[in-house]
Structures are given as C-alpha cells and as structure tokens.
C-alpha cells in the first residue's frame, strides 16, 4: 500500500478546464496533457485517480502534521511553548480571525480537505456516470467506489472536528451548501454507510492498507458516537436522538466483532512501529513511508514537530509539548507485578532512574548533562517518534504508519456505549479488562462498576492510558461534554492552563481562514471569531 500514494496524476489537477469560457477562439487543448474529454475512460485512469485521492492523507495539510497538532494540543494533553506564537495559540485558544490568513495551522488543514473532496469527487461523479460501464469486474468498480466514499467520509469527520462548518460538496463542479457540524458529521456517517457493503474484508499483497468494510464500520461507530454527544450537548439536550445514535454506534460495533478479523496485538507497542504495520488490530491506519518519492516526501511530519528538543540542537522541535498531569495518571495503578504502566514508558520520555535506555544516542542523565537547561520539561512525547534511535535528529519524513483506529479503542468505545445505554456494564468492564490483560494490569472488579457515573470515570483513565497522544482525546473530551460546560473547562483548566482561555460556545471550534470566506458565497466566519 505504501507505493500506491506516488501515483499522483496530472489530470485530476486539469479539471479547471471543464469551466473554460464558451467562445470557440479560446476552446483550446493541449494534445500533451491530459484533459476531462481523455481522462476517466480506462480501469488504469480510474485507479490513477483514486490514488491521487488517497495521497492527500499523508501531506502536511492532513495527517502528516495539522490532525496531530489540532487534536493534541487543543485537548488537555498537550501543550505548546514553541517560539512560533501561533502554535502557542493553537492550544491556548488565543487565534483571532484576524490574525489567521497566513498561519499555515489555520489555512493548510482548510485547503488540504477541499483539494481532496475535489479529487475524490471526481472519482465519485465518474463511477456513478459510467464507471461501472468501463470496469469489466463489477466487484471491482464496486470497492474503488467504496473507497473513494470513504475518503469522502474521512475528511467531513475532520472538517466536522475542527472547523466544524463548510460547504458540503458532494460533486466535483458546483457549489454545495454551507453547512455546519452537526450536518458535517451526518454525512461523513452516510458516506461511511454508503461504502461498507462496496468495500472488501480486507486486501493482500501491494494492497494491504487500504480501507475496508470493518473500517467503514469502525468510523461509522466513531461518527455515530460523537453525534450522540453532540445531542447530549446542553444546548441541544435531545436525549432521544442521542439514544438513536448510541444504539447505532453498538450495532456498528458488535458488526465489526462479527467479521472475527481483529484481536489484539500481544505486544502493544508493536501499535506505533513500522515493522508491524496493517497488523491484526488496526481497523484503518494511514500509509507512511521513510524518504522522498520523486522529491516529495511520503512520510509523517509529526516526530519532528512533537519529538523531544534537546539542547545540542538535535533531536525535534518540541512544538507540541505533553501535559505533566498525564504522568500522574499512568501512576495511579501499578500492573500485576508492581511495576508502571507500560504503557506510560512507550508514551512519554520523563525522568526514569531504572531506565538505562538511550534517547537519540543518549541516556536521560547523558543528555541532562550536555546543558543546565537540557529538558526542562517532566516529561516529552515518545509515541510516534524515533526517540529510541540512535539518530540524532528528526526530520520530516517518519515511516511510521499512523494509526487512526484500532481494536483496543473499539472495545473501550463499545464499553462506553453499553454505558451510555445502561446495558450490562458487567460486560463492558470486560471489555475494559481485555485492554488491561495485554498491559499485564490486574483486571478490574465489575461489581464496583455497575452505575453509570463510576463507570464513566473509569472509562475517562481507560482511554487516556490506553490511547494517549493518539489524537483521540479531543474528540472524547468533545462528545463527554467537557468542553460544552463552564464547569466541565474548570476542571480542564486544574490540569491544563491552556484552557483558562478556553470561550465556551466558541473554542471548540477552529476559524475558518478569512480568505475562504471572501471567496465562497454564503460562507460565514464561525461565532467568537
């Protein structure tokens, strides 16, 4: 899968021709570029096209960098003391309209989703046209759609968490509506559903990777459950459309359980290596690669934005800095033997005197001596970066695949349903316990879990520990509510300064760049901005 985000094809960015004047004098063509009349009437051009719409996964403007950064230090474990002030605003919500046209956090994520929606919708518009006449395998014109689907589904979810307003385009030419999150996240569900029976159980060889229908179920269950939060919202308070999407999200889930095709890793770190990628626990995972590819880089920026700084000069950047609190969650609990949480040593890099491990080439203590200053922080990002290397800087192109969504965050996501639902939370403190096993934690007593607040809690640590730094915690701290209350934001803010500046009603969402409102009809700027 890793080789097929280098077909990038000049026609899917010739497309503006298709608007070209109608006088005869200026109907002109270039017999050696491709145009809409030549391109879309093969297999091998349909499958061209679907690659280029993959490929915008893995840019800066997508999740090679802006969704880690975005997801990570708005929420509360994360933080920014970076020297460029805008990712300092990136997560003390301190942006003002005003200041965002040439911020690249604020325009890149903006222009990396509506570039991809105008790719993938070509796709789309051409299946549904005459694709299916061009394919000879109708099962085969069947899974490029699903995918192309998908890819539509993956980039209103993002639009739907960050900005949370846009215009809903579902063609390649035309202008759709402006609409906002609560419409975003209802049709990122329905592409979701709309590609699950196209898409296969799972793909082999050069095409493992690609997206599949225990994927679509997966972000369908994710949608489904961040719309049941947003109807529990206090201002909107619809507890019967919250239930609906509750229920969905459950059926989605025992569907996935269904197919038998997923477990658990035994060893959990093998979740953030390459050696181990589109393993038997990853539902869907984004396609990385080490290096240049024609002089494009292929792999993720984000080790080298939230990897650990040091005082030589080498290692990362550090822009993106990780909350000292989460080191006192990963110690509430020792595992079965009486030592830390695992997963707080393969998570974050702190000060450990059992650790004789090197960091870039050297030890904690080694490195806390090139300088007085050296590592000032409690504690740095380990996950996702090369820290165990002996390379003695980051650069911008990590091989590591990212993982969006993985069978230990489905069983905790169906834990929180049967929850929310008031089912058996017996059986959902087992699920809870399957996480813990693999972690070597002592598994928890159902009967101390059986209301609905007590469970809930556990739940809040479950997925900080479980899946810290993972680009999860926004989109729980969203759907519980937390950020929706005043109270909920103090709380927060005991832990995370970043959110004493936190507007409730206005910060849980992003601007929308200034520029692209000046562009789009009807497109206004989002409230407090």
Excluded at 246 to 268: C, G, Q, R, S, T
Aim: net charge negative.
């Amino acid at each position: 899968m890793k080789n097929i985000f280098s077909k990038i094809i000049v026609g899917l960015l010739l497309v503006g021709s298709a608007y070209s004047c109608s006088e005869s004098f200026l109907d002109l063509q270039d017999p050696n570029r491709e145009s809409m009349d030549t391109f879309w009437k093969t297999e091998a051009q349909f499958r061209e096209g679907l690659s280029a719409s993959y490929s915008g996964w893995r840019r800066p403007h997508l999740f090679s960098r802006w969704f880690h950064a975005w997801m990570i230090l708005r929420s509360d474990e994360g933080y920014s003391e970076s020297p460029a002030p805008e990712w300092k605003a990136y997560g003390n919500f301190q942006l003002t309209s005003y200041n965002t046209d040439g911020i690249e956090g604020i325009t890149n994520p903006w222009i990396g989703l509506y570039s991809q929606l105008f790719y993938v919708n070509q796709v789309i518009d051409n299946m549904n046209s005459h694709g299916y006449d061009v394919f000879a395998d109708k099962t085969e014109a069947d899974k490029l759609l699903g995918q192309a689907l998908f890819i539509r589904g993956v980039d209103y979810w993002f639009l739907g968490g960050t900005y949370g307003k846009g215009p809903l385009q579902l063609s390649s030419v035309g202008e759709g509506p402006v609409v906002e999150q609560e419409a975003i996240y209802k049709q990122a569900l329905k592409d979701f559903q709309d590609c699950e029976n196209l898409l296969p159980l799972k793909w082999t060889g050069s095409d493992l990777g690609r997206v599949t229908k225990g994927a679509s179920l997966g972000m369908q269950a994710r949608v489904n459950m961040q719309l049941a939060g947003y109807y529990k919202r206090p201002t909107v308070n619809n507890t019967g459309e919250a239930d609906k999407y509750w229920k969905a999200a459950k059926k989605n889930i025992e569907d996935i359980f269904d197919l038998h095709l997923y477990d658990l890793v035994p060893n959990w770190v093998d979740n953030f290596t390459e050696s181990n990628e589109n393993n038997i626990e990853s539902l869907f995972e984004i396609q990385f690669r080490d290096g240049l590819y024609n002089g494009k880089e292929t792999g993720m920026h984000r080790p080298k934005f939230f990897g650990l700084y040091l005082a030589s000069g080498e290692g990362a950047w550090n822009d993106g800095s990780a909350c000292d609190w989460l080191l006192d969650e990963f110690d509430k609990e020792s595992d079965k033997d009486g030592k830390p949480d695992i997963r707080k040593y393969y998570t974050l890099f702190y000060d450990n005197p059992d650790d004789n491990m090197k960091y870039y080439g050297k030890t904690y203590q080694e490195w806390k001596s090139v300088s007085s200053d050296a590592l000032p922080h409690k504690c740095y990002w380990r996950k996702y970066t090369s820290v165990d290397s002996d390379n003695k800087a980051e650069d911008y192109s990590s091989g590591v695949n990212f993982r969006v969504l993985r069978l230990a965050d489905v069983y905790l996501m169906y834990a929180e349903v049967l929850n929310e639902l008031n089912g058996d939370r017996s059986q959902a403190v087992e699920y809870i316990n399957k996480v813990r096993r693999r972690v070597n934690m002592s598994d928890l007593n159902a009967s101390a879990f059986q209301t609905y607040d007590a469970l809930k809690e556990q739940l809040r640590h479950e997925r900080l520990v479980e899946l810290c730094g993972e680009c999860v915690r926004w989109y729980d701290l969203d759907r519980w509510g937390d950020i929706h209350t005043q109270e909920g934001v103090n709380k927060l803010a005991e832990r995370d300064n970043d959110f004493k500046t936190y507007r409730v009603g206005i910060s849980h969402l992003i601007c929308i760049p200034n520029r692209e409102i000046s562009l789009y009809p009807g497109l206004t700027q989002n409230p407090g901005y």
